[in-house]
């Protein structure tokens, strides 16, 4: 029987107890997620990187099994995968769309006791957050450009001390509550749905172990971005490089014609990289050679360098850049040895989401359907989307609602994060029509 008509049977007191328990917000989850502390740390070697992660994995366990899933699967290392079957009437079938998000948050900034505090109504100006005073969410074109969209909405921040964690966990209550919509509303129907919670995404190793054969779908979407209607389906392509000048240490008291300072060498070699494509000079499209490493003493210097650029190309034009610096530095330099290694990170994964466009047109679709006013912003950095699309599942990225991530500043709509659950309905309808 249909459960809606069921409930209408029983006492009023069950009715309200079986609505509130199908109908819990997004925020309501939300509040709920960002209290447990699930940071993730860069110099752990375990997967994951921290246990904590799995508090939350658990909790979304049981959650999903609650709200009638019964194919849900959290793995040792601390993926969690479930499916929400099709309800299509016998016959008809529609692809398997996926979504997912991360249940880490970001080691820049401390996520634990975090104590988010609601400002209903927002009518613009600067939010001093009260556990800390100093620290201002301010209400201006280049440090806060949404907020004067925000007029009118409830916004979500921190008291000031840690971090909010909508990074992710404003991408798992959004899935979350359409998961919910759709078991509390049998009569809308959708296609099969798989669900992915993912560890460690803020320390590069998210898409580490994820199982795509065992996910199973054609297409899917991290719910990862910032405020509507920003959608990405274009990442960097980045490398990495270092570059090592040996030297010879001496005592500096008969260092004379002896002693080679291998950081003399690299002082030079820095001092001609390109300053007008460096991370602090450009924005857009624009690529970048970024040195952000340096380790030296008189015997060896290293200088560790990251190459960035949407082109995949121009990672090679950056590589023959600072080839050209080293050759003209080295005959200053007979004795010192200096040697350039470059190693391939990743690759912007919008040359492989060419191949398969149409889950990018229904994106755009539903977005605009859900009124995001959706435009493509190329994201200057890497997301797990980018790697799992060259693994074989395609994978653009969707806004959760949230702003200022991994910092104490890090705020969010509340509104814009329930623009996010429309938007994932219309593309869960838009996907069972046009197969
Ligand atoms: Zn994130």
Redesign the pocket.
């Known amino acids: 029987m249909n459960k809606r008509r069921w409930v209408a049977f029983v006492p009023s007191f069950i009715n309200i107890f079986f609505e509130r328990q199908m109908k819990e917000t997004a925020l309501e989850r939300l509040l709920r997620y960002v209290k447990i502390d699930t940071q993730s740390d860069p110099h752990s070697e375990t997967v994951p990187t921290t246990k904590k992660q799995f508090n939350l994995a658990n909790m979304l366990v049981d959650e999903l099994k609650d709200l009638g899933i019964k194919d849900v699967e959290l793995d040792d290392k601390c993926y969690l995968y479930a499916t929400l079957p099709s309800n299509l009437p016998e016959g008809e079938t529609a692809p398997k769309i996926g979504y997912i998000a991360?249940l880490d948050t970001s080691p820049d900034t401390t996520g634990k006791d975090v104590k988010p505090q609601i400002i209903e109504n927002y009518q613009g100006g600067d939010i001093v957050l009260p556990g800390d005073t100093s620290i201002v969410i301010k209400d201006d074109k280049i440090e806060n450009p949404r907020l004067k969209d925000c007029i009118g909405h409830t916004l979500l921040t921190t008291d000031g001390t840690t971090l909010l964690g909508g990074?992710?966990k404003a991408g798992i209550a959004v899935i979350m509550t359409i998961v919910d919509y759709y078991l509390s509303n049998p009569d809308v129907k959708h296609g099969p749905i798989g669900i992915a919670f993912t560890p460690d995404?803020?320390v590069g190793r998210g898409a580490d172990h994820f199982d795509v054969e065992k996910f199973a779908c054609e297409y899917a979407y991290t719910v990862?971005g910032e405020m509507p209607g920003e959608i990405n389906k274009e990442t960097f392509s980045a490398n990495g490089g270092t570059i090592t000048a040996s030297g010879r240490d001496i005592h500096p008291g008969f260092a004379k014609d002896r002693m080679i300072n291998s950081m003399r060498a690299m002082a030079d070699i820095m001092a001609l990289m390109p300053k007008d494509m460096a991370p602090e000079t450009t924005d857009g499209r624009d690529p970048y050679i970024h040195p952000h490493k340096f380790d030296g003493t008189v015997a060896e210097s290293k200088l560790e360098l990251l190459f960035r650029d949407f082109d995949t190309d121009g990672l090679d034009k950056q590589k023959k850049i600072i080839e050209d610096i080293i050759a003209k530095v080295q005959p200053n330099y007979p004795t010192t040895k200096i040697e350039f290694e470059i190693k391939e990170y990743y690759r912007n994964m919008a040359d492989k989401l060419a191949e398969n466009p149409k889950g990018l047109d229904y994106l755009f679709e539903a977005a605009t359907e859900a009124g995001a006013n959706p435009y493509w912003n190329p994201i200057r950095g890497g997301t797990d989307g980018a790697r799992l699309t060259f693994m074989g599942l395609p994978c653009p990225n969707i806004y959760g609602g949230g702003q200022n991530?991994h910092a104490k500043t890090e705020w969010l709509s509340v509104d814009a994060m329930n623009m996010s659950v429309e938007t994932l309905k219309n593309l869960t309808r838009i996907w069972m029509e046009k197969k």
């Open positions: 991360h990074d992710d995404e803020e990862d991530f």
